[in-house]
């Protein structure tokens, strides 16, 4: 029987999941654990989501969707690709070989030990603006950043907050941010609380007063598994068909790691799409002869 590894249990992953299962093929999604999507405070513009429903209850409910058609969940991390007769995932776990594979790892989203960050996620503390730049109209936000990846949020947030703040706890600006952003260039020592985010203790003792942080730091990082296999990338993202098929034959991603719209609808979608393309491409015999 033919068997499809997916890297990551985010929409993507599971979208795929659910393709490849019904198509017969033998399916194992590995995962470290909730992703981006559960970090979401309330999603209210997706299909079908009257919502706001919180980004955990709807990854939960996809997972939960997935093994109710044979779909395997193993938690462990990913953490090489080789090929040799086959693809093969090196893990914590151990080896996983497959007949193709799905990296639906999603975009990196690097975050800072600032105390009271991790706290508040869901509470004030935010990942995606796209997502919950609603739940902040008129209200004083502050984004934690430097380049282009900031800039992204805060195009989100201008016409709905009441002020934005970049704070750049000390690195370089790479982007331009529009002159109605302040830019402060401190240390972040806090996200203040308890129960929700109510300020920044910067270094040198200022509270900046804001109802929201969202976190935008580093870049896209999980093109390092594609890249293992030399697989073409482009910046931080992977590059794919039509088909969600990367230069590798047999190696597909989906999701946020092939850039573009960061949402759960593309994600979902470009899932249903890998998976649904690798099951056809199994059932005619493989990628390599097999």
């Known amino acids: 029987m033919a068997n499809v590894v997916i890297i990551g249990a985010g929409p993507a992953g599971v979208s795929a999941a659910l393709y490849t299962a019904r198509a017969g093929v033998d399916t194992t999604v590995l995962t470290k654990g909730p992703g981006a999507l559960a970090r979401a405070e309330g999603i209210e513009n997706y299909y079908g989501v009257p919502g706001p429903v919180s980004g955990a209850e709807l990854e939960r409910r996809g997972i939960e969707g997935a093994e109710a058609v044979g779909v395997k969940f193993v938690h462990t991390e990913a953490v090489g690709l080789t090929f040799t007769d086959k693809l093969t995932v090196e893990t914590l776990a151990g080896d996983f070989p497959a007949d193709a594979v799905i990296l639906a790892t999603g975009a990196s989203r690097a975050a800072p030990p600032v105390p009271g960050l991790a706290a508040l996620e869901g509470r004030g503390v935010s990942y995606c603006a ?62 203040l609380g308890p129960d929700k985010v109510s300020g920044v203790q910067l270094a040198g003792g200022e509270v900046l007063p804001v109802d929201g942080v969202f976190v935008a730091m580093g870049v896209a990082g999980s093109t390092a598994l594609a890249r293992k296999m030399g697989a073409q990338v482009e910046g931080n993202k992977i590059v794919v068909d039509d088909k969600m098929m990367t230069t590798i034959p047999g190696l597909f991603a989906a999701g946020d790691c092939t850039g573009g719209l960061l949402q759960v609808a593309k994600a979902v979608y470009e899932g249903a799409v890998a998976g649904n393309e690798a099951a056809k491409a199994l059932r005619k015999g493989g990628f390599y002869g097999a």
């Open 130 to 191: 796209t997502c919950d730049a609603f739940f902040y109209r008129g209200k004083d936000v502050a984004v934690l950043g430097s380049g282009e990846y900031a800039l992204h949020e805060i195009a989100a947030l201008l016409p709905l907050a009441k002020s934005v703040t970049l704070l750049t706890g000390g690195a370089e600006l790479t982007a331009s941010f529009p002159a109605q952003v302040a830019v402060r260039t401190q240390k972040v020592e806090a996200i």
